[in-house]
């Protein structure tokens, strides 16, 4: 079946040093997503990529999508204490009917002041 | 508040006892999935409906385990003669099509001694 694989696990940083975690798939992907789960609470959705290549922006955070759909990063720049969290990267596997996101094990992003 | 929903957040059985959760999804989403997430793990695709049809299942779900959703609005998720190894936060979300963002509720941990 699909796999996900996301590294690292875990990252320490200093505050205001950047961030990236990366993603790849056994199989090339529909779209893949990114979700943000903070300790104690639950994924919410961060952004979606769908075309190869593709680069999207939000403020200090850049989401790439391979050119082969395969696999994706997220950086962060400057990191802030409210980036505090675990990360996961989600694939939805191409062709009709198989609408389950497989999800990644997450990279947890500590932060030290 | 529009989003999704579960209820109970917390909930604690004894081995053997069955338990049901429940789930609101947003209202105008017709597609609801069901994950299953363990410690340190990403989320674990169970099921999905669009409308009141079960139109996927993963293998991790067990025959100990049935969903349902009758009406095309809320759903229900039942484990029977739960095990330890059930023990997990069960997680419901919904989307307004295939491949859109998921909107997760904030779970029903389950803790099975």
């Known amino acids: 079946g699909q796999q996900v694989m996301q590294i690292p696990q875990y990252q320490h940083v200093q505050e205001g040093e950047d961030f990236t975690t990366y993603c790849n798939s056994s199989t090339t992907l529909s779209n893949i997503q990114w979700y943000k789960q903070r300790p104690g609470g639950h994924p919410v959705f961060l952004i979606q990529l769908v075309k190869s290549g593709e680069v999207k922006k939000q403020k200090r955070l850049t989401f790439q999508f391979g050119e082969a759909k395969k696999n994706s990063s997220l950086h962060i720049t400057a990191t802030q204490t409210t980036d505090v969290g675990t990360y996961f990267c989600?694939?939805?596997?191409?062709?009709?009917?198989?609408?389950?996101?497989?999800f990644g094990k997450g990279t947890h992003l500590i932060i030290q002041p | 508040d529009t989003g999704v929903s579960q209820d109970p957040r917390h909930k604690i059985t004894k081995r053997g006892q069955n338990v049901t959760f429940r789930c609101d999804p947003i209202?105008?989403?017709?597609?609801l999935y069901w994950y299953r997430q363990t410690l340190g793990q990403g989320p674990e695709f169970l099921t999905y409906?669009?409308?009141?049809?079960?139109?996927?299942k993963s293998r991790l779900l067990s025959d100990r385990f049935s969903a349902e959703r009758p009406k095309g609005s809320f759903s229900t998720l039942e484990i029977q003669r739960t095990e330890q190894g059930d023990s997990a936060m069960y997680l419901c979300?919904?989307?307004?099509?295939?491949?859109?963002?998921?909107?997760f509720g904030q779970g029903t941990r389950l803790t099975v001694v």
């Open positions: 209202s105008e989403h017709n597609r």
């Open positions: 989600a694939g939805l596997r191409t062709g009709g009917g198989a609408d389950g996101l497989t």
């Open positions: 979300a919904s989307s307004i099509n295939r491949g859109a963002a998921a909107f």
């Open positions: 409906f669009q409308n009141e049809a079960q139109l996927e």
